[in-house]
C-alpha cells in the first residue's frame, strides 16, 4: 500500500523533478559561485570559462567577428538541412528543385536567401577576423597553433562557399566551377612549358579529382555535394571545436598583458589572489601549464561568464540573423538559365572572393590558381614562428608605431597595385610585346608575381629601418591585404567579356 | 570602461535591436509569402467572379468551395510542370469568355483538341511554367531561355506536332505563309533544313529553340527576345551583324512576322508518339516517299536567289562579282546536260556556289536532273566547232594578262568573272567550250566576243593552253551522268 503511494507521489512530482534534474540550478544564478556552477555544470558552456576578462568583452577589441562566425556556421548549418529536404542533386533534376524552392516550397525562397547571404557574411567575417586577431597580435606565444588552426577554418570556410556555389546547377554555378576546376588544372601551364606533362601531370590529377571527370557534370555535382553537406561541414565544426577549446587553453581572448590590471575586485569585493604553494597538492585546474584566468593571477578586471558572455553570445547570434534575414529580404540569391555547357557565360566569373585569384589567373593560371596562394598561405602560416616579439600583444598594432606602419603600408600596398593595374590595362605584358616570348618567362614575371615582389620588398625595406619583425610583418599583411581588396573588385567590376577592362558592368557589350 | 559598469550592456542592446529587427524581418516575409502573394489575390479575385456567376445552389456551393491554393499540371511525357494555372484558373470555363485576363477562358475550339491537362502550357506557349508570378512566367526579364511566346507567334509551336499545311484553314495561316515565303524568297540556297539547302548560310533545323544568348545581340535594341532579333534580322540583316553575306530580303512587316514564325517553329523535340498528329506523320512520309521533282520549283528554292532568273548575268553586291547567267540560251548552246549537271553536283569551290549532289547540298540525283531539264528549256546543245590545238602557254598568259584578267582575274582567280582557276571548271569546261566562248563571247552577258575583236584561232590556242594551266581538274572517285568517252565525242583534248 505504502509503496503505491510513493509511486503515485512519484508520479504527481515527475513534472518538478523532471524540471529539477533538467535545469539542476532551479534558478537563475545569483551569487558568483552560482554562476560559475551554471557553467560548468553545463556541457556547453563548459567549453568557456568560468570567468571571463573584461577586454575579451570589448567590442571595439574583438569586433565580434568570432562570434558572427560561429553564429553564421549555425544559420547556415539549420537553413543547409532544411535546403537538403528539396534538394536534388542532379544534373536533370538540381535546377528545377531549386525553382521549386524558390516558387512553391513554403519560406524556401526566404531561407535559400538567408543561406546565401549568411555564407557571404561568413566569408566576409573570416577575413575579417584574421585581420582582427592579425592587428592585435594575437597569434603570439602561446597562440601560434591556433593562427594555424584559424588558417585551416579560413581554407575550410572558402571550400564550403565554392562547393555550395555548384549546387543550383545553373550557367553561373556551372561556369564559375568550370573556372575554379581550370584553376586547379593551371599546373599544366608549368609542366606543359617544360614538357613533363606526360610523366607528372599534377594538374589533370587535381581537376580529376575535383570532378571525377575532365569536364562538370554529373560526378562533379555529386562530388560537390558530398563535400558540402558532409565532408566540410563536418571538418570545420571539427576544427571550430579544436579552435574554441585552444581559445581556452591559450587563456581566453588575447590582451595586454604589461598593462597594469584593474583592481582585483569585482562589484567592490576585493578577490583573493591564488599563489601555488610548492608544499601543497593540488587539483588539476590549479597545476595547468601556461597563462590560465586563474592561475598565479588575481581575477584582475573579469566578470562571471554568466551571463555576460552569454548575452554577447545572443548578441552576435542575433545580429547575424538580423543582417541575413534584412539581405534576404531586400535581395534574391541568383539563379540564372539552366546550366548549358553549349552556351558559355562571357565573362565566366567564379565567386566574388576568388575573384581576385581570378585576375591574377588571367596573367598567368599557375601563379594566380596555385603560386601566389600558396605563397600566401605558407607566410600567413609563418607569421607567429618569424614573429617571436611578445611585445604589442593585445594592443591594436601593437602600439602607435605599428599603427602608422599600418596606415602607410595600406597607402603603399593601394598605390603600388592600383598603378601595376593601369600599367597593365594601359600597355600590356611581356606578351604583348614579345609575341614569342616563353610560357615560362609570363609564370615567373607577370603582374601577379611582380605585385607579390613589390610588397616583399616594403616589408624588407621596414624591417631594415625599424629592424622590428613584427612591423615588417604588419607592412606585409596590410599590403596583402590591400592587394587583395583591390583585385577582387578589379575582378567583379572592372572585368567584363573576354576579361576586357570597362568602367561599369552596365557598359559589357551585349554578345 | 569604468570597472563596475556593466560589461554586457552594449550585448544587452545589440541583443535588443537586433531581436526586434529579425522579428520585423521575418513578419514581412511572411506577408510578402502568404498575403502579398500575386497569385493569391487573383485566386480572390477569381472566387469573386466565380459567387457572382453562380445562378443556382450548385454553382453557389461550388464557387465557395473553391480553395486558394497552389495549382499546377504536370505532364511527365513532355517534361512540363506548369503553375500557369494558378492564376490562370478559368481557362477551361467557358463561363470566363467574357472576363479579362488572367481568368479569360482559352479559346474553346484549341481547348477540344488540347486538353491542359495533356499538354500543358508551356508546350505551345513556352515561357517559365515553375513560375508563380507573371513577370517571371514571362521569362522575358527573368533568366530563362524560353520565354512567353506573343499571341501574334504562338503559332510557331503548331509545327512541333502538326504539319500546319494540312491543319484546317487559317489555323496557322501566319506559319504556312511564312513556310511559302522560305521557298519563294530562296531562303534554302544558303540555308540547310534537314540537309537540303546551300552552305553559305548557317544551317536551321533547330534554331528555334537557339536561346538569346547564342544570337549576337549587340546591335539589337528593344526587346532581346530571339524573335525580336529574327525580325530585326531579317530587316536588316548587315545591321545586326555587320559583314554578314546574308543579304536584305526586302519583306514586308506581315512578311516578316510570318517568316520569324516559321523560324521559331524549326524545332527539333523528341515527343512520345502519342503526341505526334496524323498529319505530322504523313508529313514525315512524304518526305521518305517523294513526289517526281519539279524542276521549276526547285530551282525557285534554291537556285534563284542568287541567279535570279537565270537569263541575265546578275552582279552581286555582296559576293562582288557577277553570278553567270544560266539560262542563257548563248550558254545552254554551248553547254551539254552533264556538264550542266556536273557543276550542279559540284560546286564551284572557291566561290560562292556550293555543290549541290546528296553529299553537299542534299539534292537528289532525279532533283539534280530536274535542275537541268529547268534550265536546259527548248535550248538545244548545238555541236560546238572543234577547239583550237593547245598552243604556247607563255604566249596565252601575255594575252590572258591582256584581254582576260581585267574581269576573270590575274592568274584566273578573285575577279569579278567566273572564276577558271577552279578544278570544276576545269572538269566541267571542254577545250571546244572555252574555245567557242572566247571566240563568240556569250550573249546577255558582259563577257564579249574576241574572235570579232581580232583573236584569231592559233591566239585561242595559245589562251588555251594557258587556262589549262591554272589548275588541276578536279578528280571524282565516281562521275555523276558521264559518259566515259565524253572528252572524245567533244573531241578537243586529244589533238
Not at chain 1, 538541412?81 to 516558387?103: F, G
Not at chain 2, 593547245?390 to 572564276?419: D, I, W, Y
Request: proline share 6%; with cysteine; aromatic share 10%.
Amino acid at each position: 500500500m505504502a509503496d503505491t503511494r510513493e509511486f503515485i507521489q512519484n508520479l504527481k512530482d515527475t513534472p518538478r523533478n523532471l524540471r529539477a534534474s533538467w535545469l539542476r540550478l532551479g534558478k537563475p544564478p545569483q551569487s558568483d559561485r552560482e554562476r560559475s556552477q551554471a557553467t560548468f555544470h553545463n556541457f556547453f558552456l563548459h567549453l568557456q570559462s568560468v570567468r571571463v576578462h573584461r577586454n575579451s568583452l570589448r567590442f571595439a577589441y574583438s569586433l565580434g567577428l568570432g562570434l558572427i562566425l560561429t553564429a553564421s556556421f549555425v544559420v547556415l548549418t539549420i537553413t543547409g538541412i532544411l535546403l537538403m529536404v528539396y534538394y536534388k542533386p542532379s544534373t536533370e533534376l538540381a535546377y528545377n528543385s531549386i525553382k521549386d524552392i524558390h516558387y512553391v516550397v513554403p519560406a524556401g525562397r526566404f531561407i535559400r536567401n538567408i543561406h546565401r547571404w549568411s555564407a557571404h557574411l561568413m566569408v566576409f567575417a573570416v577575413f575579417l577576423h584574421m585581420a582582427r586577431v592579425f592587428y592585435t597580435g594575437s597569434y603570439k606565444k602561446p597562440r601560434e597553433f591556433n593562427w594555424l588552426i584559424g588558417l585551416a577554418l579560413l581554407v575550410l570556410t572558402l571550400a564550403l562557399s565554392f562547393t555550395g556555389y555548384l549546387l543550383p546547377w545553373d550557367q553561373l554555378a556551372f561556369w564559375a566551377i568550370t573556372i575554379g576546376a581550370n584553376i586547379a588544372n593551371s599546373p599544366r601551364e608549368v609542366t606543359d612549358a617544360l614538357g613533363i606533362t606526360r610523366w607528372f601531370d599534377m594538374g589533370g590529377f587535381q581537376k580529376q579529382l575535383l570532378l571525377g571527370a575532365t569536364y562538370v557534370g554529373e560526378e562533379a555535382l555529386i562530388r560537390f555535394y558530398v563535400l558540402h553537406i558532409v565532408l566540410l561541414p563536418l571538418l570545420c565544426g571539427a576544427f571550430m571545436g579544436l579552435h574554441f577549446w585552444r581559445v581556452r587553453k591559450d587563456g581566453g581572448l588575447s590582451r595586454d598583458l604589461t598593462k597594469d590590471a584593474p583592481p582585483a575586485s569585482v562589484l567592490g569585493r576585493s578577490m583573493h589572489v591564488f599563489q601555488t604553494s610548492p608544499s601543497k597538492t593540488y587539483g588539476l585546474m590549479a597545476i595547468v601549464r601556461g597563462r590560465t584566468p586563474a592561475v598565479g593571477r588575481g581575477p584582475d578586471g573579469t566578470v562571471p561568464s554568466w551571463p555576460n558572455l552569454l548575452w554577447a553570445y545572443g548578441a552576435a547570434l542575433m545580429f547575424t540573423v538580423a543582417v541575413s534575414l534584412g539581405l534576404s529580404l531586400l535581395s534574391d540569391a541568383p539563379l540564372k538559365e539552366m546550366a548549358n555547357p553549349a552556351i558559355p557565360e562571357n565573362p565566366a566569373k567564379a565567386p566574388w572572393y576568388f575573384l581576385g585569384l581570378q585576375e591574377l589567373v588571367s596573367y598567368s593560371a599557375f601563379m594566380g590558381g596555385v603560386g601566389i596562394p600558396t605563397i600566401v598561405l605558407l607566410g600567413l602560416a609563418l607569421i607567429p614562428y618569424l614573429d617571436r616579439d611578445p611585445r604589442g600583444t593585445g594592443q591594436w598594432f601593437g602600439g602607435p608605431e605599428g599603427r602608422r606602419v599600418a596606415w602607410k603600408s595600406a597607402l603603399f600596398g593601394l598605390a603600388s597595385v592600383i598603378s601595376l593595374l593601369v600599367f597593365t590595362v594601359q600597355l600590356g605584358w611581356l606578351r604583348d610585346w614579345y609575341p614569342k616570348i616563353p610560357q615560362l618567362m609570363i609564370t615567373a614575371v607577370n603582374p601577379g608575381t611582380v605585385i607579390v615582389g613589390i610588397y616583399m620588398a616594403w616589408s624588407l625595406w621596414v624591417v631594415k629601418r625599424t629592424g622590428s619583425p613584427r612591423l615588417a610583418a604588419i607592412a606585409l599583411f596590410t599590403c596583402f591585404q590591400m592587394g587583395f581588396v583591390v583585385l577582387t573588385l578589379m575582378g567583379t567590376v572592372f572585368r567584363g567579356p573576354n576579361w576586357q577592362f570597362y568602367w561599369w558592368p552596365s557598359q559589357w557589350p551585349v554578345h | 570602461m569604468h570597472p563596475n559598469s556593466d560589461p554586457a550592456r552594449l550585448s544587452k542592446w545589440a541583443l535588443l535591436v537586433s531581436s526586434v529587427l529579425s522579428i520585423v524581418f521575418l513578419a514581412a516575409a511572411a506577408i510578402r509569402e502568404n498575403v502579398a502573394a500575386e497569385w493569391k489575390g487573383v485566386q480572390r479575385e477569381y472566387k469573386t467572379i466565380l459567387l457572382a456567376k453562380s445562378a443556382d445552389a450548385v454553382a453557389r456551393r461550388r464557387a465557395e468551395a473553391f480553395s486558394i491554393e497552389i495549382r499546377q499540371v504536370t505532364v511527365p511525357a513532355l517534361k512540363v510542370v506548369d503553375r500557369c494555372v494558378s492564376c490562370h484558373n478559368g481557362i477551361e470555363d467557358g463561363r470566363m469568355a467574357d472576363q479579362s485576363q488572367p481568368h479569360r477562358t482559352h479559346s474553346q475550339e484549341l481547348l477540344k483538341w488540347h486538353p491542359v491537362a495533356k499538354f500543358g502550357c508551356t508546350t505551345c506557349h513556352q515561357g517559365q511554367g515553375l513560375a508563380l508570378t507573371f513577370n517571371d512566367a514571362k521569362g522575358e526579364e527573368a533568366f530563362w531561355d524560353y520565354p512567353l511566346l506573343p499571341a501574334a507567334l504562338t503559332e510557331a509551336t503548331c509545327a512541333t506536332c502538326h504539319d500546319p499545311r494540312a491543319l484546317s484553314r487559317g489555323s496557322a495561316a501566319k506559319l504556312v505563309r511564312g513556310m511559302e515565303l522560305f521557298d519563294v524568297k530562296g531562303c534554302a540556297s544558303c540555308h540547310k533544313i534537314e540537309g537540303k539547302g546551300g552552305s553559305l548560310g548557317p544551317a536551321l533545323d533547330n534554331v528555334g529553340l537557339k536561346t538569346k544568348h547564342q544570337f549576337m545581340r549587340a546591335h539589337l535594341s528593344g526587346s532581346q527576345t530571339t524573335w525580336n532579333w529574327h525580325s530585326e534580322h531579317l530587316r536588316d540583316p548587315g545591321g545586326l551583324v555587320p559583314g554578314t553575306k546574308m543579304p536584305s530580303v526586302g519583306l514586308t512587316a506581315a512578311e516578316r512576322e510570318a517568316l520569324t514564325v516559321y523560324i521559331l517553329s524549326l524545332r527539333k523535340r523528341d515527343l512520345p508518339e502519342a503526341y505526334l498528329a496524323n498529319d505530322k506523320i504523313e508529313e514525315k512520309y512524304a518526305k521518305l516517299h517523294p513526289a517526281a521533282p519539279k524542276g521549276e520549283a526547285l530551282y525557285a528554292k534554291y537556285c534563284s536567289h542568287c541567279h535570279d532568273t537565270g537569263l541575265y548575268a546578275r552582279w552581286s553586291k555582296n559576293f562582288k562579282r557577277f553570278i553567270p547567267a544560266i539560262r542563257n540560251q548563248a550558254f545552254l548552246r554551248l553547254e551539254d546536260d552533264e556538264c550542266l549537271a556536273e557543276n550542279i553536283l559540284e560546286g564551284r569551290p572557291g566561290t560562292e556556289m556550293p555543290g549541290w549532289g546528296p553529299k553537299a547540298g542534299g539534292l537528289r540525283e532525279a532533283e539534280i536532273q530536274a535542275i537541268v531539264e529547268y534550265l536546259r528549256g527548248e535550248t538545244k546543245f548545238t555541236a560546238l566547232p572543234p577547239a583550237p590545238a593547245r598552243g604556247s602557254a607563255e604566249r596565252g598568259h601575255r594575252l590572258f594578262t591582256m584581254n582576260c584578267a581585267g574581269c576573270h582575274g590575274v592568274g584566273g582567280k578573285n575577279g569579278f568573272a567566273p572564276a577558271l582557276a577552279n578544278a570544276v571548271f576545269q572538269k566541267a569546261a571542254t577545250d571546244a567550250f572555252i574555245a567557242e566562248t572566247i571566240r563568240n563571247g556569250r550573249g546577255n552577258t558582259p563577257m564579249p566576243s574576241f574572235g570579232r575583236a581580232g583573236l584569231g584561232q592559233q591566239e585561242i590556242g595559245d589562251l588555251l593552253a594557258y587556262i589549262r594551266s591554272l589548275a588541276q581538274p578536279v578528280r571524282q572517285a565516281r562521275s555523276y551522268g558521264r559518259a566515259p568517252e565524253r572528252d572524245q565525242v567533244a573531241g578537243s583534248e586529244e589533238r
